[in-house]
Antibody, heavy 123, light 110 residues
Framework: EVHLVESGGGLVKPGGSLRLSCAAS????????MSWVRQAPGKGLEWVGH??????????DYAAPVKGRFTISRDDSKNTLFLQMSSLKTEDTAVYYC??????????????WGQGTLVTVSS | QSALTQPASVSGSPGQSITISCTGT?????????VSWYQQYPGKAPKLMIY???NRPSGVSNRFSGSKSGNTASLTISGLQAEDEADYYC??????????FGGGTKLTVL
């Protein structure tokens, strides 16, 4: 069974930094692209970015609002995904979810989700 | 990088069918068969309902179906039930090697 557990959220001041983690199990983590998706309070889902598998270069892509401020990385030896957030703004306040880009048969879609971790940016 | 366009709300009575549209461009919805649909209850994580335009994951009711025509994808729910009342989001990949979600649609079962 796929299990995703996000952690590291909390309260941070504008301009500050925070690092989120996502512990994954139940699938071949190293072989899949992983994404972060966020949801501001009362708002819709927003794709944040993804990291490709190392066999696909391990490159990252980001949504425009976070590009240059957020960095996604992965530790395949620990089946863990990271989101390093810096220069945080109040509009980054959201629940952050990690999710693999593909399902069990390599089908494209966000099949599995964790419970999310809340990041609050406020002075 | 604007979101895909969905109606803010739709409603229907039990037993009826409803359709939620998701409009993008030839650089996302129209250019790829990688449209997905998600159901979300308040305070809960999203759940995948349709992937690759029209495929249902195991365990999803066959009352849910997806389609696409040009730059617009659609989610149809037939035989509407009270438990279908939720928020629904579409998503697609984009030519810029990014993903994008729709703004979301609140479904009310009357």
């Amino acid at each position: 069974e796929v299990h995703l557990v996000e952690s590291g959220g909390g309260l941070v001041k504008p301009g500050g930094s925070l690092r989120l983690s996502c512990a994954a199990s139940g699938f071949s983590f190293s072989n899949v692209w992983m994404s972060w998706v966020r949801q501001a309070p009362g708002k819709g889902l927003e794709w944040v970015g993804h990291i490709k598998s190392k066999t696909d270069s391990g490159a990252t892509d980001y949504a425009a609002p976070v590009k240059g401020r957020f960095t996604i990385s992965r530790d395949d030896s620990k089946n863990t995904l990271f989101l390093q957030m810096s220069s945080l703004k109040t509009e980054d306040t959201a629940v952050y979810y990690c999710t693999p880009n593909r399902g069990p048969n390599d089908d494209y879609g966000f099949f599995h989700w964790g419970q999310g971790t809340l990041v609050t940016v406020s002075s | 990088q604007s979101a895909l366009t969905q109606p803010a709300s739709v409603s229907g009575s039990p037993g009826q069918s409803i359709t939620i549209s998701c409009t993008g461009t030839s650089s996302d919805v129209g250019g790829y068969d990688y449209v997905s649909w998600y159901q979300q209850y308040p305070g809960k994580a999203p759940k995948l309902m349709i992937y690759e335009v029209s495929n249902r994951p195991s365990g999803v009711s066959n009352r849910f179906s997806g389609s696409k025509s040009g730059n617009t994808a659609s989610l149809t729910i037939s035989g509407l039930q009270a438990e279908d009342e939720a928020d629904y989001y579409c998503s697609s990949i984009r030519s810029t090697n990014t993903d994008v979600f729709g703004g979301g649609t609140k479904l009310t079962v009357l």
